[in-house]
């Protein structure tokens, strides 16, 4: 601990340091050691010296191996750099000044920053661009032409749809924000930069929709953001983590998502998005459990099958719930409550099960968890075959060997694939853990463990907010007005009026 | 952050609240108390009068509370009638719903142990029931009105449905003759049956939180209309199929109700567990409510931080409801309630509303 003090008061001597040297002053020696001491031996950072066209004046460039536009560099830059002037051009510069004269007339790029102080030339050196020191000049010219590693737009691997856009965020911010922009033109969607990481500062981007979204949530997803203290942001799930109203609970306060369809849908209703560099993946906020069990699909295909789909949907995500937890507690404690029939083929086929219902359903649904996960895990090509493989042969050889009856297999596998039905994968995993609970408590108390545990598990939903929205509306507090995209999704022209709880500044949609 | 309203419900939700808080045991037991004392078929018209009182009894209620807007009737008694009178009716309030908590876990475990699970002891049972009061509580009225929000629709989905298919063991000869023995039997009724309707003096806390207090009386109409509708198909349900003999005989009536039929060629063929379900959860829905307001009441008359009171009122409830030995000791608490809950809330609302108009017409 005290050498890690003692590191931090040097570094923050050293800042002082450099902040006590003087801005750039035009001494073009003085002003590469001080570029180059900030730099320190990095082996990434090129720079190249030249005589300024032909001239006595000497001039460096400082550029990022691979992050700056190399082509740019040695076709159009250098190559004007070293031109010699012209006459013409002499007496131009002796009008303008020497950097005017470049700015104006000999530096064809678009992006173009004078820079006074060494330490914030180094910055955006490191960001990408090209700093220009010249002998007589006091400041230095910074150039924009950075040329990002990005890969080319695909499908969302997360989210497919049968019917929809096939693009999807790529891990460059710049991209994912002209791919919003290019959803339509639209002058009020606004973009709010910030720069979050102590110690490597990353770009996030929050989005929103002037003269829709409410001010105040606004602003208080911002407040939040100006409050995240950490290093280093890897992933938009940091953001999340950090900013969410209820760490303790099992479900997403906020959504992520690859889609922009999703997200533009998610602005227009007056939402807030958070987009950070490096990830696919953008931060909606708030977010409602309606809105987890959704997808873009939803609207696009006619509303009676898109409203049949989202039934579906509930269903399975009751069964996630409660599939195993009902069996157990009708298995054990109430026989008498199913047909007797059924009873006894159930009973039949539980004969030579050596355990009670709650272990066997227990070693199912956790060999069925851990078989997902290995799923995931594994290289593309095998991943899903041994999935397949996997669940039918350990299955059959269950029910062979006499460790789990046919029935808990079904069930299971019905659980299963339920949870997998659910459009965000952030709640199946939630249901899939709540499941767990349920198990519990049907095992300990019946049907009644059945109850209690829907008393608590809607007794946190119905106090859990995501920034100020009640999570689990419209459902509750009931807005009449909402219902018409809750269970059922209304048809078109009934979609008029946006949702009442995210209080925009413009309830009723143009048009 | 978006502040909706974190503090006040809707209009609607007041009315689930309303309803929520009345339907809870009555609705098992209700059927045998009334015939026990009509003694003819005619029991649910003595079920209908009573909820219209109660509907009466329930507006005055709303008007009182409208003359102290913001206000619950801890706070606003004292104003009223001086602190010592107005502390005293504020304690008997208190104590009067800490039983009334602590009886209805005991109901629940009583039922539960007795049909769903014998031999679960009674403390394993009530306990968990608790504790999830108590953190649903700490989210204050708001998530108690949501949680009803929920609940509620699907109660009542349920019940007429598991009612609805009870019609087959209907005979009609049961319900007749009607008015055979004249008003007489139906007006004594009235003494049992607006017992069955103790919820309704929901309203002097809760239109301090409404959203619009100025709809209190419709939300209460409503909030009392609903069970009488239960109630009433309850009691003619419950005597068309097993006749007034039949009803007097069984402790749980309507459970027995729906025990005498199975369907078959579907998933269950017995429904009474459904019918546990939904009950329970009302059950806990009035279990919250009373404990909200028992601790409402401490909280606001003595100023003490809301989170000490709801812990400190858990050991009450518990010991409180276990204190009974025998079903017939947890009835006649439920006897010495519904005649408290008459005198608390029957009689001393109206001189109360009286004098608040007297006194505003004063000043």
Not at chain 1, 196 to 210: D, F, H, L, P, S
Not at chain 2, 112 to 138: R, V
Not at chain 2, 163 to 179: A, G, H
Not at chain 2, 302 to 330: A, C, H, Y
Request: aromatic share 10%; charged share 20%.
């Amino acid at each position: 601990m005290k050498s890690l003090d003692k590191e931090e008061q040097k570094s923050k001597k050293n800042g002082k340091e450099t902040k006590q040297s003087p801005v750039f002053t035009g001494n073009f020696e003085s002003d590469l050691k001080k570029v180059k001491d900030l730099l320190g031996e990095n082996s990434d950072i090129l720079f190249r010296k030249f005589r300024l066209n032909n001239t006595k004046l000497k001039a460096a460039l400082f550029y990022l191996d691979g992050l700056s536009d190399k082509e740019l560099i040695d076709k159009f830059l250098l190559s004007s750099l070293m031109k010699p002037f012209s006459e013409t051009d002499k007496e131009q510069i002796k009008q303008d000044g020497l950097k005017d004269f470049l700015k104006n007339n000999v530096l064809s790029i678009g992006e173009i920053k004078e820079s006074d102080e060494p330490e914030k030339a180094v910055i955006e050196i490191l960001n990408g661009s090209a700093a220009l020191i010249i002998e007589s000049v006091p400041e230095v010219l910074v150039l924009g032409i950075k040329k990002p590693k990005t890969r080319d737009l695909q499908e969302p691997i997360s989210e497919p749809l049968v019917r929809g856009p096939r693009i999807g965020f790529t891990e460059n911010i710049k991209d994912n924000t002209a791919i919003l922009r290019n959803q339509g033109q639209n002058e009020d969607l606004f973009f709010l930069k910030k720069s979050v990481g102590e110690r490597a500062k990353k770009q996030t981007v929050i989005a929103y929709i002037n003269g829709i979204a409410n001010q105040d949530l606004v602003d208080e997803i911002v407040r939040r953001i100006d409050k995240i203290k950490i290093d280093f942001l890897p992933e938009s799930g940091y953001i999340e983590q950090l900013i969410e109203d209820n760490f303790l609970s099992p479900f997403p306060q906020i959504q992520s998502t690859e889609r922009p369809d999703r997200v533009m849908g998610a602005l227009m209703e007056g939402r807030v998005a958070i987009l950070l560099d490096g990830t696919p993946y953008v931060l909606i906020a708030p977010v409602t459990l309606s809105m987890l069990l959704q997808s873009p699909e939803d609207y696009y295909e006619r509303w009676i099958p898109a409203t049949l789909v989202r039934l579906l949907r509930f269903l399975a995500a009751f069964i996630t719930l409660y599939g195993p937890s009902l069996y157990i507690s009708f298995i054990s404690f109430h026989p008498g409550l199913i047909p007797t029939k059924l009873a006894i083929s159930i009973a039949g086929s539980r004969e030579g099960v050596p355990f009670p219902t709650l272990l066997e359903a227990m070693l199912m649904e956790i060999a069925i968890e851990i078989l997902r996960e290995a799923g995931l895990r594994l290289p593309k090509p095998i991943g899903p075959a041994i999935g397949i493989v996997g669940g039918l042969i350990i299955g059959e050889a269950a029910v062979s060997a006499g460790i789990v009856s046919r029935i808990m297999v079904i069930v299971v596998a019905l659980t299963a694939i339920s949870s997998f039905a659910m459009p965000q994968y952030s709640l199946g995993t939630s249901l899939r853990i709540l499941r767990f609970i349920s198990m519990l408590a049907a095992s300990i108390y019946g049907l009644y463990g059945v109850v209690l545990f829907t008393l608590l598990f809607l007794s946190h939903l119905v106090r859990l907010y995501s920034f100020g929205v009640p999570y689990i509306s419209p459902w509750t507090p009931l807005r009449m007005k909402d219902l018409k995209d809750f269970i059922v999704r209304g048809p078109m022209f009934l979609m008029k009026s946006r949702p009442v709880l995210l209080q925009t500044k413009e309830p009723r949609r143009k048009g | 952050m978006l502040m909706n309203n974190r503090n006040k419900i809707t209009t609607v939700q007041a009315t689930i609240f309303t309803s929520s808080y009345i339907l809870a045991s009555g609705i098992l037991t209700l059927p045998r108390t009334v015939v026990a004392v009509v003694k003819t078929p005619d029991a649910w018209l003595s079920v209908l009068i009573g909820g219209c009182i109660a509907i009466v009894l329930g507006v005055i209620m709303v008007k009182l509370s409208q003359c102290y807007p913001g206000k619950t009737i801890y706070q606003y008694v004292n104003i009223l009638i001086g602190n010592w009178a107005g502390k005293t009716y504020g304690i008997l309030l208190v104590i009067y719903f800490v039983v009334l908590s602590a009886y209805e876990v005991r109901t629940l475990s009583d039922v539960t142990s007795y049909m769903i699970l014998e031999g679960t002891p009674a403390w394993a049972i009530s306990m968990p029931f608790i504790w999830i009061g108590y953190y649903l509580l700490q989210g204050w009225i708001t998530s108690l009105a949501r949680l009803f929000e929920i609940v509620f629709p699907i109660s009542v989905a349920v019940f007429l449905l598991v009612i609805l298919m009870s019609t087959k063991s209907f005979e009609m000869d049961n319900l007749r003759p009607f008015l055979g023995e004249g008003i007489q039997p139906v007006l004594k009724g009235l003494t049992k049956t607006v017992f069955a309707y103790i919820g309704f003096e929901s309203m002097l806390f809760l239109v301090a939180y409404m959203e619009k207090p100025e709809k209190a009386v419709k939300s209460t109409i409503f909030g009392i209309g609903i069970p009488i509708l239960f109630y009433v198909i309850t009691m003619v349900a419950v005597i068309a199929a097993l006749s007034i003999d039949g009803v007097v005989h069984r402790t749980w009536p309507t459970l027995d109700l729906i025990r005498s039929y199975e369907m078959k060629g579907l998933l269950f063929e017995r429904f009474e567990s459904f019918l546990l379900v939904i009950w329970s959860m009302q059950i806990f829905s009035t279990f919250c409510i009373t404990y909200f307001v028992a601790f409402l009441g401490i909280s606001q008359m003595f100023n003490i931080k809301t989170q000490k009171v709801l812990l400190g009122l858990l050991p009450f409830l518990f010991l409180i409801s276990m204190t009974p030995r025998t079903i017939d000791e947890v009835f006649s608490l439920g006897d010495i309630l519904g005649k408290s809950a008459i005198i608390l809330f029957g009689f001393i609302p109206l001189p109360l509303l009286i004098l608040a108009k007297w006194k505003g017409r004063v000043r």
